[in-house]
């Protein structure tokens, strides 16, 4: 159960990235910074940021952001009820 009781009830989660992972083709982008998710019974799904996609997907999936280096991950995240 998350912390904050309301969390428990999202719906959907949306994440825009705002700049380029190096791995998606900006040569001055950071490093890492993938979102990974981990959907039922399959393996990871890794999505190397890229300037303007939006990824939705079901709050209830779980999931991670690799560790960023060398310059700073920006993006928007939000969530539907």
């Known amino acids: 159960m998350p ?3 309301g969390a428990a009830h999202r719906q959907l ?3 825009v990235f705002l700049n380029t992972a190096r791995d998606a083709g900006d040569p001055e ?4 910074g993938v979102l990974r998710l981990y ?3 399959s393996g990871p799904i ?3 940021p890229s300037e303007g996609v939006l990824v ?4 209830t999936v779980l999931h991670e952001v690799t560790r960023v280096g ?3 991950r920006d993006a928007v ?3 539907f009820y």
Do not use: Y
């Open 3 to 5: 912390s904050w009781p």
């Open 13 to 15: 989660a949306l994440v």
């Open 29 to 32: 982008g950071f490093t890492g």
């Open 39 to 41: 959907p039922d019974d």
């Open 46 to 48: 890794d999505i190397a």
């Open 56 to 59: 939705a997907f079901p709050a």
């Open 70 to 72: 060398d310059a700073v």
């Open 77 to 79: 995240v939000d969530w």
